[in-house]
């Protein structure tokens, strides 16, 4: 399982933290959800997720106010399942006797100036992305035209001099040799480099060179979601390889399924202008057209003019 902590969610959201003498660097984060605890304020806490990050907004605090008794109890209560800690939105004032009960358990307490459901919005976006499931893979990230094109093979075969003619070309590298792919949702895959090697390729023969000294910070990018990976591989003279892309190929990570086009490498082939075409075919796709299917249903309808014809 994987978690973050609660300081780098503090410092990605701004959040003013009004309990400072709570040490924070123990504090992990590990579920992607938060909680409004509307329920646990009146006292009910069957299945309740003390894991979750919980946000007291306008609604909660203004019963706990008007019901002082009983929602202090119950919020004291809460903050007996050592939940991560508890953010207050809209800028609302928290009273005294809350940052006491807080500091006594060790609870952190923290403000927000944004509403409720947007902070809610912003940091379940992020939290999905934190704690993603991820797996590390051998191959380049690029992106080109928009596109997130992951570049495979095995080691040699020009994946490193591909993804440099691309850039040359004016399109950005995400990674080079190392691919850390997270699993955001069941549609999107995004990929990243390992800070180490960030913006860095390796060329067999020159050594190791950086992409963003050399040619700007327009020809690096952090992060980019993975759309479509070309497969290099060596041309072997008996294989059959596709030649129309009616059906597409697929391959998978973290259970997503991605289009795939294995490309057979030889002396004078242009990779560069290959995953170009590929990126902008596939955009023509999203969009509707079909270059395979349109060549198909021509010949379709000239062979059935011509046997219109001979009747």
């Known amino acids: 399982m994987y978690t973050v902590s609660l300081s780098s969610m503090i410092e990605k959201m701004s959040l003013e933290n009004l309990t400072p003498d709570i040490e924070l660097s123990s504090i992990k984060i590990s579920q992607p959800d938060v909680n409004r605890p509307a ?14 990050v919980q946000v007291i907004g306008y609604v909660e605090n203004a019963y706990v106010q008007r019901n002082k008794e009983i929602g202090f ?53 992020w939290l999905n992305v934190e704690l993603a499931p991820r797996i590390t893979i051998h191959g380049g990230l690029v992106d080109v035209y928009g596109e997130g094109i992951l570049i495979m093979g095995e080691s040699g075969i020009g994946k490193s001099e591909a993804a440099l003619e691309l850039i040359k070309r004016g399109h950005r590298l995400v990674t080079d040799d190392v691919v850390e792919i997270k699993k955001v949702s069941d549609e ?35 992060t980019q979601s993975i759309d479509l990976v070309i497969k290099l591989e060596e041309w072997q003279k008996d294989k059959q390889y596709d030649r129309m892309g009616l059906e597409e190929q697929y391959i998978e990570f973290l259970g997503n399924k991605v289009v795939c086009h294995s490309i057979p490498i030889r002396p004078g082939r242009n990779l560069a202008i290959i995953c170009e075409s590929a990126a902008v075919n596939y955009r023509q796709k999203k969009m509707g057209y079909n270059a395979a299917q349109e060549l198909y249903n021509r010949v379709t309808n000239s062979m059935k003019k011509e046997k219109n014809q001979d009747i």
Do not use: W
Request: charged share 25%; glycine share 4%.
């Open 39 to 52: 329920l646990q304020l009146a006292g009910f806490f069957d299945h309740f997720d003390s894991q979750r």
């Open 73 to 125: 109890e119950n919020l004291s209560r809460l903050m007996d399942y050592k939940v991560p800690c508890i953010v207050f939105s809209r800028s609302i004032e928290v009273s005294d006797r809350v940052i006491k009960i807080a500091t006594e358990k060790a609870i952190p307490i923290l403000r927000t100036s944004k509403t409720t459901s947007s902070f809610m919005a912003e940091v379940i976006r």
């Open 188 to 222: 999107t895959l995004i990929g990243t480099s390992p800070d180490i090697t960030r913006h860095f390729i390796e060329l067999r023969g020159i050594g190791i060179i950086d992409v963003k000294t050399l040619f700007g910070v327009e020809s690096v990018k952090n």
